[in-house]
């Protein structure tokens, strides 16, 4: 008997101890980029380093705001394309599609958020370029000749190539998590709005949509956070040169995570080099880590309400 409790107590205490270390490992994370990040405070005040897009390791000019602005149009681009799909998906899954298609729908949901950003990213080479240089580019530019559409870039290799990627990659989540919200529902308050007289459509715009209006907020700042930090992809679509701001959605862009798969293997020999790249995955995973917060916030409290 001694010994089953000793047993028990052992188990809870290794537990435990898991546990704590896992719950920890964010803030490990997060102070080991810090650390290796620290010298190059010497440089550049952070105001200069997140604001500046001088970005010359030679002369110790470290500037990102380049790199934040490339990483903000790629995003802000997948996001406007993948929203509008990714909410009516969601809405016609869970509120008008047949069984046979949900069950359907599921697997092959599953499978495009485990296709591994490569793939997407020679995808996106393969077909996404040549669409945005032969087709999208030519369009807009003739018919809107103004920012944010004027370039002189004809490469196809671009912001918006970036984002027409991102936008694919994160409509898994976005469909999935919002699919779940929507079902999350009561079924209750439509039979309800139905028996007062609503039509389906007022009782999904009138209830539904407003019910559900927490979490489909938290599937978007979950899409954000995933878009924000994909790498692979965007570095084989965006262009990614050092030329400053991009000031159309058809200029090159080089985002964040782009930068630091770029340049880590080449900066051992520039003095402040390594300590400017972990201060970008610093800022990175704290933008990631804010975002990710947030949205599961949200979620959880909406699962308890």
Not at 66 to 76: N, Y
Not at 88 to 112: F, G, H, N
Not at 233 to 238: G, N
Request: glycine share 6%; charged share 10%; aromatic share 12%.
């Amino acid at each position: 008997m001694i010994a089953r409790i000793a047993k028990d107590r052992v188990a809870n205490g290794l537990g435990r101890l898991l546990c704590l270390f896992i719950l920890s490992l964010a803030l490990l994370i997060a102070a080991g980029l810090y650390l290796r990040a620290n010298p190059v405070f010497s440089a550049m005040s952070l105001m200069d380093l997140l604001g500046s897009v001088y970005w010359h390791p030679t002369q110790e000019k470290f500037g990102m705001a380049s790199f934040i602005v490339g990483s903000m149009w790629v995003t802000g681009l997948a996001m406007v394309i993948a929203v509008p799909l990714g909410f009516l998906t969601a809405l016609y899954l869970s509120e008008y599609a047949p069984a046979r298609l949900q069950d359907a729908s599921k697997p092959v949901i599953d499978v495009l958020a485990g296709i591994s950003p490569v793939v997407y990213g020679v995808w996106g080479v393969a077909a996404i370029v040549p669409l945005v240089r032969d087709y999208l580019m030519p369009f807009l530019s003739e018919n809107l000749p103004f920012f944010p559409f004027a370039s002189d870039n004809y490469t196809g290799y671009s912001a918006m190539a970036g984002g027409l990627v991102l936008a694919v990659m994160v409509l898994p989540i976005l469909i999935g998590v919002s699919w779940e919200v929507l079902s999350a529902v009561p079924f209750e308050i439509r039979e309800v709005s139905l028996a007062l007289g609503a039509t389906k459509w007022e009782t999904i715009k009138l209830t539904v949509l407003k019910k559900a209006r927490p979490g489909l907020f938290a599937a978007v700042i979950l899409a954000i956070s995933r878009a924000f930090g994909e790498t692979m992809a965007v570095l084989m679509v965006a262009g990614c040169n050092l030329h400053g701001l991009p000031r159309s959605i058809f200029d090159p862009a080089y985002p964040l995570p782009a930068l630091i798969a770029n340049t880590y293997g080449e900066m051992m020999s520039i003095p402040l080099y390594d300590a400017a790249v972990f201060l970008a995955a610093l800022v990175l995973f704290a933008v990631t880590f804010v975002f990710n917060a947030i949205a599961w916030a949200i979620l959880m409290r909406f699962e308890q309400e």
